[in-house]
């Protein structure tokens, strides 16, 4: 993918390949430009989950039952890294430039930036959310009290 999609003006337009589909540059360019963005994120998440794993059977810490966990982060933070990289590029998230998204090595940078860090990212999002939304608890323009089934009896 990167060879037709990263240079600004690739010689040859034949098709790539992926899953079966034709995709042709610079027609698809946008469509693999996100794909690669989620690999990327992928490959971020792949990274810190080795990470702390290296970390736990360094310190003794290894726990099995955290293969789960360890298979399911990869696939979450390539799912996080293009759905929060859209946010971004859209302008509706401003926490990082929208011309890293015109390159496509900018854009798979910040894919793997993402990637790596979707723990945070998602935290982050939660915290914007409840500003933005409030919660099941305390709605949005609440004044912060909620009514108890025993304050109504």
């Known amino acids: 993918m990167a060879y037709h999609v990263g240079p600004p003006a690739p010689l040859d337009n034949r098709p790539i390949h992926l899953l ?3 995709f042709v540059y610079p027609r698809d360019r946008n469509f ?3 794909m690669s963005v989620g690999l990327s994120g992928t490959v971020g998440g792949s ?3 080795l990470k702390w794993l290296y970390h736990s ?3 003794g810490l290894w726990n099995q039952d955290r293969l789960l966990w360890r298979l399911i982060v990869p696939v979450l933070s ?3 890294a293009v759905f929060a990289s859209m946010l971004v590029a859209s302008g509706l998230l ?6 890293f998204f015109s390159s496509f090595y900018g854009a798979v940078g910040t ?6 860090f979707s723990d945070n990212v998602l935290a982050s999002l939660q915290k914007l959310a409840h500003k933005w939304f409030g919660t099941v608890d305390e709605p949005k323009g609440s004044s912060g009290t909620t009514v108890t089934s ?3 009896a």
């Open 78 to 80: 390539g799912t996080v």
């Open 150 to 152: 025993r304050e109504t």
């Open 47 to 49: 990274c810190f989950a």
């Open 111 to 116: 894919g793997w930036l993402i990637g790596y």
């Open 94 to 99: 401003s926490l990082i430039d929208t011309k």
């Open 20 to 22: 079966g589909v034709d």
């Open 57 to 59: 059977v360094a310190k």
């Open 32 to 34: 693999l430009l996100w």
